[in-house]
């Protein structure tokens, strides 16, 4: 497996997550199953997986990449979201959500999440459904356009961001990833050695995701399908992903858990070297009373 696919923060997040031989374990999240494949090599000889991912193509990928484990990897095209419709509460050993990109999604032009080549403006995680980026930057009024990058990529330049891709549309349609980015560059260059186009790209891509669409009250959810002793273990990429695991975290900690990180744990400068896209994580954890009932 190339280096840009190495699982993030994987002893870390499996360290956390205290994955022993036996029990029913969990990835909300499984892109390529670099995490997932190390919770089947670690909770061998009976213990098993229930493994979601939004896009149907890396699972399919990721099916090939487990079939070697059996019967004891169970994959399931869904969002992580749908994890307390699926499980029994007080049924999961432990639960690992990693929210970000895949290598994959990124690394392949025809998804649309990246302006490093071109490709149509999509950025749909689950391509069955759903609105892509391209009708959003198409259709969306001005001031909603800069109240969604302001709000999801935190750009100072939003409404100068917003007005140049209005007045950009009303020439042709946006409709490629590299077209976007060049009116983006134009409307917030001036910052130092990040990509004017990152935080608008970002503010896109959570939106037609809905990235943010219920995480703290899913997380409570998530955590109460753990057994006594359970672990809930998160790994974020931005900090509005970041803000919400913390404070969801915090309000758990009052009654029935136990915070197992007080700090984010983030990625050692090895592994920031050898994989650049995992500078940006951090990795919180919560595990379960064991009295609880």
Known sequence: MPAAHEPVLLPEALELLAVRPGGLWVDGTVGLGGHAAEILRRSAPDGHLLALDRDAETLEETRRSLQPFGERARLVHADFRRLPDLMAPASANGILLDLGVSSRQLDEPERGFSFRAEGPLDMRMDRSQGQTAA???????????????????????????????????????????????????????GRPGLDPATRTFQALRIHVNRELERLGPTLAELAGLLVPGGRLAVIAFHSLEDREVKQTFRELARGGFRLLTRKPVRPTAEEARRNPRSRSAKLRALARDEAAA
């Open 135 to 189: 009708e959003a930057v198409n259709r969306m009024r001005e001031a909603d356009l800069a109240d969604l990058i302001y709000r999801f990529g935190e750009e100072p330049k939003s409404r100068r961001v917003a007005r140049a891709i209005v007045e950009a549309r009303r020439r042709a349609r946006i409709v490629t990833t590299t077209a976007l980015a060049e009116v983006v560059r134009r409307a917030a260059r």
